[in-house]
């Protein structure tokens, strides 16, 4: 079965800075996609990018880029020029074929003004 | 965009009644739909998977008759949790694939569920 792992329960940035959360992943699959997933205090899950497994080329989303390392299965978001709105509960989260959405256990981010 | 409605946002209910949720795509049609719950400071942990016109896959562990999925349209889904008690009470949340590129995945704004 699929795992997803986000080591980080907590991470805080000055706003401006850059942040970078890790995942890493478990499978067997070759072809299969990621997602970052931010749950702000409304606690609706937002889409904050995703990265298809095929691609080598990061995603990119403004602010918003990854480090997908498909060999190490790592997969982490960096996060530049952070704002106040940035502060939220991310999810790494994983999906191949028809199987569920797999989600880490996700990392806190607060943004220091 | 995909657009998922989730109702109500908030219920509170007395320990021993059921209460129905309400997972609707307002701009698409979903075939399949999925139910999650969300402890405080946790993940988001799957309880079913939810298929038009099919009975629901459930997650192990996770009680069918207590929590009641019926998918009758293509547009809506509805989790109803039976004979509730006080640790029925979280953060239920659904989502559905939006169609949206490949995998794109929709989710409502989740409901919380007090019983008292």
């Known amino acids: 079965a699929q795992t997803v792992t986000q080591s980080q329960p907590e991470m805080s940035v000055q706003e401006a800075e850059t942040v970078t959360l890790s995942c890493t992943y478990d499978?067997?699959?070759?072809?299969?996609?990621l997602f970052w997933y931010k749950q702000p205090p409304s606690r609706q899950m937002i889409l904050v990018i995703r990265q298809e497994a095929y691609k080598q080329q990061n995603a990119t989303e403004n602010r918003f880029s990854v480090n997908f390392q498909k060999a190490a299965k790592s997969f982490s978001l960096k996060i530049s020029d952070s704002q106040l709105g940035d502060a939220a509960m991310y999810f790494c989260a994983f999906h191949q074929g028809a199987q569920k959405l797999v989600f880490g256990q996700g990392t806190r981010l607060t943004i220091n003004p | 965009g995909a657009v998922v409605s989730q109702h109500p946002s908030r219920v509170i209910c007395k320990s021993g009644t059921s209460v129905k949720i309400e997972c609707r795509s307002l701009?698409?049609?979903?075939?399949?739909m999925f139910w999650y719950r969300q402890f405080p400071k946790q993940s988001l942990m799957l309880m079913a998977t939810?298929?038009?016109?099919?009975?629901?896959?459930?997650e192990q562990g996770v009680e069918k008759d207590k929590f009641l999925i019926n998918h009758a349209s293509l547009t809506l889904s509805t989790l109803t949790v039976t004979s509730a008690h006080p640790e029925d009470s979280s953060f239920y949340i659904c989502?559905?694939?939006?169609?949206?590129?490949?995998?794109?995945?929709?989710f409502g704004s989740g409901t919380r569920l007090t019983v008292v």
């Open positions: 939810s298929n038009e016109g099919s009975k629901a896959t459930y």
């Open positions: 701009d698409f049609q979903a075939t399949t």
């Open positions: 499978t067997s699959e070759s072809d299969y996609y």
């Open positions: 989502s559905a694939r939006n169609g949206q590129g490949t995998y794109g995945y929709t």
